[in-house]
């Protein structure tokens, strides 16, 4: 039983390592629901507003090409104004699966 404890948990945290971030383009913001998990090298969200086509773009992006134009924030769907990710959920209920099976 430690085994699939053990097991859980990796497959917990390696979803919980990667960065997750609403990715679309569309005209409302609101409408953006898609969501992807980020590359290695990409460490922020972003949302882009294109004035004049009334369109807003959602996706991943380093930190070093977080310019002006776009607006870049930290964390798991961030770019979407949800404080708290799926990924935090996960690790809280793994540990406390491990926890429980760990100890009988």
């Known amino acids: 039983m430690q085994f699939y404890g053990a097991l859980i948990l990796l497959m917990t945290l390696s979803a919980a390592c990667s960065l997750r971030c609403y ?15 980020c590359a290695v090298i990409f460490n922020k969200c ?18 070093l090409a977080c310019l002006d134009r776009f607006s870049c924030c930290e964390g798991d769907l961030c770019n979407s ?23 009988s």
Do not use: I, R
């Open 23 to 37: 990715s679309c383009t569309a005209t409302e913001a609101k409408s953006c629901t898609d969501t992807k998990s």
């Open 46 to 63: 972003y949302t882009l507003k294109v004035e004049g086509l009334n369109m807003v773009t959602k996706g991943c992006l380093n930190s």
């Open 81 to 103: 104004g949800v404080s708290a990710g799926p990924s935090v959920l996960l690790v809280l209920l793994s540990s406390a699966f491990f926890t429980v099976y760990h100890l």
